[in-house]
């Protein structure tokens, strides 16, 4: 890819002008706006021997080469960390969000209890599975529009946006419908025709990285959906697989630095599923959160032993505000902040 | 899930009258006949508690557990090897089958050039990839429909059935109308809406384990498409992720007679991905079928040099000839044979 | 094994009695003062039969079994954290320890530049490498006995201890007269007659986790010190094999709390190895302390560039400067503190 | 390393020059006679820019770099594969060479009952441990010198070579002393001290692959060996760590091919560890024989049920008898032989 950057006295006629050219020679241009510059990244098939000619177009500095396998998402690209927001809530700034609630949408009564639970204690935002993708195929896979249903009343009362997986493309506008945010889960990391769809629903996107993806087949999922258009992707680190049976994946904690080394995207890890067991979530969410990533998702139950899924790795309410309470201290030491709940207001 | 075994004295309408309770039960039986006898597996969330009262429907003999977490896949289900036929080819007889052809269909004429050698050498299936799962967005994709239409002239011209891979719920049925067995591709073994959507079709299926699917996993996913009501699996490994980089995968050469074992679904290796070298791929491929494998899916292309993906695991023309020169007198070795060519009989 | 456990009343004749008994039966005990009470692991091949009769004897409260395969290490035997002293620093309180240091010693100069940036920045503990296993036979393998002395000049100018690894049964004795801490590097975490030798000589042992050890084949390796009479080992997690290729190898984080669940040893993390990346190093230090490590063992070299090993994982002086002061608030943030140097005091 | 290479009309004065010049530069040398001509490779610290004078001694061909860091190993210094001879038993020529026996030494008697069967079906050389490595300080290690001499004298009833595990240092002489070959267990690998030991001892050394060790780091810990002094080496896969649990290790096949091309040393296949399971063994030995290996080495126990160790993974007396009848044929198709039992003859 290259990137056309131009000048700041670059007017929007200028920048029009190169956009046209760009297009007419066969590439789809994505413009980002940095530093009060304007920088366009040039994909497609067009010919690379022509792109010199913009150079001569008024208001263009310079060509720039992003020898990486993915572009849009790349730092070269963007130097600076992109913001995502789900409703209000800015991932990839200062702040440290945590979302949270259980594996599965059970009941209205369930996610209820815990939602205000997760609000109360400091969650921002909400989780929980309506379709549920499950290793075999008779355990039980979620409730599915109802879920949804229960999602945004719980949201309605909660005030707190939600998050939940969307499984296949012909569910992707349903599940947009009611959800904040688009989970594209691990086993879908690779699973183009999806990551495709969500990018050209341009909701906010949380892309878990798959069992046994390198970091670049992670970065270059999220470039299906960026080269589709959508530019709201929050990467999530949630374990890949290991030889450990203690655990139930290994948690790749390095690469949160080497992910917002590498990407301008925002980072968060899942310590749940990374670990497999509610012993090692906190320990393991203030070790991420150490790590500078931008946020947490996290399972929370309020009867954890009674969860139709996942129940090993919830934390119960207690512990959950216990989390949060241990993660104010941590984030200002790392120069982040976790939002006060408003009675600490 | 619970398997009512029939007398072999059983009558039709015994069968019958036992269908009919099953599904009043809230189950879906799954009928087999192996041996003389039926056998009818029971899957759903029926009451188990129920079931006892089938015993005394006439024709009944017995009821069995299946206790592993797969169920229409496991030898217990089925003692007997399940044989696949792929237009007039079965899988998981004697013989030992082999699949050859390009990675991608790239046009007209590298097909019939590969695909008439193949088929003079001794390959009795023709693969080449139309939709192809990239890792970057900006890889060559495939030719879509047209890939699908050199498939079938191809067919026609040599006669040989043709696999091709679908990446999507939405393109089974167009895949369907081209293809003689649908390919599930590594990425996409836990797409559990594509394995529901094959499931449905009953064209063959060949499923690829996942780069990081332990048996139990591959088995499951299996299980998707035997539960949509398709038993024409034939199983491919094809190399897992590991540690070493000289290769590109790593054969797991174990799973294929314990997945003879567990199962009674064949079982054929993929020694192009498995190892990423054209220069292990023959020693590898006699070692499938050493190890018990059913058959081959191996990449070959005219001019692998300048193949537009995955060339440097291809076997050019000549050593895909000298490949199926040695596996003559090896699956001879091991009590299996391969079909002559017809220059040869 | 099982624990025979004293009442707090019983007397050192009483406990006396109970030793001479279990030596009687076959065992070797292990004595633990724990709460003011005693506790008696029995190790050996006596009969399980006769234990029951130390029941009836003065001062035995009880008979507890420990039913993990590892048994001293295990927090079953001893409930309470094991603290282990280098010289007079503690591993296991409230202090993060930090040990820092080149890979290898290259000259008395490179040691003392070193060791003195170190110090001052609040390092503890000086590592340097006088014996360097190698991966291959031609690189370099380390000063020997010169690198020895030179450590030992280090230690008599900077007050801190050092370690060093010993790499062989043969060489123990001679590193022990000069190091404070023997180091049992990750391709000799089953090397058993190294690890019996260095429990022969008592002095601290750090072990570093295999590259391909499971959490209980660690803990196991250090049961081979413990049964050989050395209580004082400090567990290193320092990164296991996995399939990325950016990082060196992967951290396993969720170890650190892990492996403090279930033994009562402290637990150091080498981010250095587990990276083997510069830029990384810091935020996986400060990730590693916010899980519960008791310390960090990190390569500092004073021009990482110019090192003769493992440059490229090194600190240098004004990075490893950085990285203590950033830890500092981490540690108070978790309840732990790091030793203020002298000028800070 | 430079190899220089002799003209077949040099002298052996002209050689011996070269021996020495190449010594006073700083260099051992390492003569290789192939194909009528000498090759010396020379290793160590000399000047590589005085190597070029060499060029201008009599009878020197010319020099060839050898650039992969595996040197005397290395394919490029040796074209031909070596034969290394256990006894009279060739490894690395026309034959197939089985390797079979307990996983440990238990008796005398347990030794001749399988020591019997085992030459009686075809089985050429015995193993048995006598020093065992286990993971737990508390398992059962071996009967130690007494298991040596078991060993001898059972060589001396069935005529049959035998090898044997040194684990440390200490132990080499007194190993060498009663077995034909030296095991270096996979755990040893980079157990550099023992590599250098059994490199100046020089009887055959049958060097295992470590759980975690890439092909590079398995050459170079045979290049250890090598540059010590003994050019005996058979190197044996024996499986790798991986994630699937329904195996006890991952038995890389393609090494098997891929060692051969890269290395001129023979390679030999452990099934019973890389399997852990004795249903698989048969079907992987048949595998690792089409792949190319040059030889075998099979747990055997008379009654494995009832074996001290790795009872699991032994074949009994008549399995291994059906695994020897079924490697005839095998052995065969793929151009090599394996040597009739006197019965046979």
Redesign the interface.
């Given at each position: 890819m290259t990137v056309v950057t131009m000048k700041r006295s670059a007017s929007i006629k200028d920048i029009g002008a190169v956009l046209r050219t760009v297009e007419s020679l066969g590439f789809t241009p994505h413009v980002q706006h940095e530093d009060g510059a304007t920088r366009i990244g040039l994909?497609g098939e067009g010919s690379p021997d022509q792109i010199r000619q913009l150079l001569s177009l008024p208001g263009v500095a310079g060509l720039e080469p992003v020898a990486t396998?993915?572009?849009l998402g790349s730092r070269n690209f963007r130097k600076a960390g992109t913001e995502v927001y789900v409703g209000d809530i800015p991932f990839g700034g200062e702040e440290v969000v945590v979302i949270a609630g259980p594996c599965a949408v059970e009941s209205r009564e369930q996610m209820m209890i815990t939602a205000r639970a997760v609000a109360g204690s400091g969650g921002l935002i909400l989780r929980g599975g309506a379709f549920k993708?499950?290793?075999?195929?008779?355990s039980f896979r979620g409730l599915g529009r109802e879920g949804l249903e229960i999602l945004a009343e719980t949201r309605k009362e909660t005030g707190c946006p939600v998050v939940t997986e969307v499984?296949?493309?012909?569910d992707a506008e349903l599940v947009a419908q009611y959800a904040d945010m688009l989970q594209i889960g691990a086993?879908?990391m690779?699973?183009?025709?999806?990551l495709e769809a969500v990018g050209r629903i341009r909701k906010p996107v949380l892309l878990k990285r798959?069992?046994?993806a390198?970091?670049?087949?992670f970065l270059?999922a999220a470039?299906?959906i960026l080269?589709a258009g959508n530019p709201n992707i929050i990467l999530c680190e949630r374990g890949?697989?290991?030889?450990?049976?203690?655990?139930r994946n290994?948690?790749?904690?390095?690469?949160?630095?080497?992910l917002k080394?590498l990407s301008h995207l925002p980072v968060i890890v899942d310590p749940s599923h990374?670990?497999g067991r509610r012993?090692?979530v906190i320990?393991?969410a203030?070790?991420?959160?150490?790590?500078?990533a931008d946020g947490l998702i996290v399972e929370v139950h309020h009867d954890p032993d009674h969860a139709m899924s996942d129940g090993a790795q919830s934390l119960n309410l207690e512990q959950f505000d216990d989390m949060m309470s241990?993660l104010i201290?941590?984030s200002?030491?790392?120069d982040r902040r976790i939002r006060p709940t408003s009675q600490q207001n």
């Amino acid at each position: 890819m290259t990137v056309v950057t131009m000048k700041r006295s670059a007017s929007i006629k200028d920048i029009g002008a190169v956009l046209r050219t760009v297009e007419s020679l066969g590439f789809t241009p994505h413009v980002q706006h940095e530093d009060g510059a304007t920088r366009i990244g040039l994909i497609g098939e067009g010919s690379p021997d022509q792109i010199r000619q913009l150079l001569s177009l008024p208001g263009v500095a310079g060509l720039e080469p992003v020898a990486t396998p993915y572009k849009l998402g790349s730092r070269n690209f963007r130097k600076a960390g992109t913001e995502v927001y789900v409703g209000d809530i800015p991932f990839g700034g200062e702040e440290v969000v945590v979302i949270a609630g259980p594996c599965a949408v059970e009941s209205r009564e369930q996610m209820m209890i815990t939602a205000r639970a997760v609000a109360g204690s400091g969650g921002l935002i909400l989780r929980g599975g309506a379709f549920k993708p499950r290793t075999s195929p008779y355990s039980f896979r979620g409730l599915g529009r109802e879920g949804l249903e229960i999602l945004a009343e719980t949201r309605k009362e909660t005030g707190c946006p939600v998050v939940t997986e969307v499984l296949t493309p012909a569910d992707a506008e349903l599940v947009a419908q009611y959800a904040d945010m688009l989970q594209i889960g691990a086993r879908n990391m690779q699973n183009y025709s999806l990551l495709e769809a969500v990018g050209r629903i341009r909701k906010p996107v949380l892309l878990k990285r798959g069992l046994m993806a390198t970091i670049e087949e992670f970065l270059l999922a999220a470039e299906y959906i960026l080269a589709a258009g959508n530019p709201n992707i929050i990467l999530c680190e949630r374990g890949v697989r290991g030889f450990e049976q203690y655990t139930r994946n290994a948690l790749d904690i390095a690469a949160v630095p080497l992910l917002k080394k590498l990407s301008h995207l925002p980072v968060i890890v899942d310590p749940s599923h990374a670990t497999g067991r509610r012993d090692l979530v906190i320990p393991v969410a203030l070790a991420a959160v150490a790590a500078g990533a931008d946020g947490l998702i996290v399972e929370v139950h309020h009867d954890p032993d009674h969860a139709m899924s996942d129940g090993a790795q919830s934390l119960n309410l207690e512990q959950f505000d216990d989390m949060m309470s241990r993660l104010i201290p941590l984030s200002k030491a790392v120069d982040r902040r976790i939002r006060p709940t408003s009675q600490q207001n």
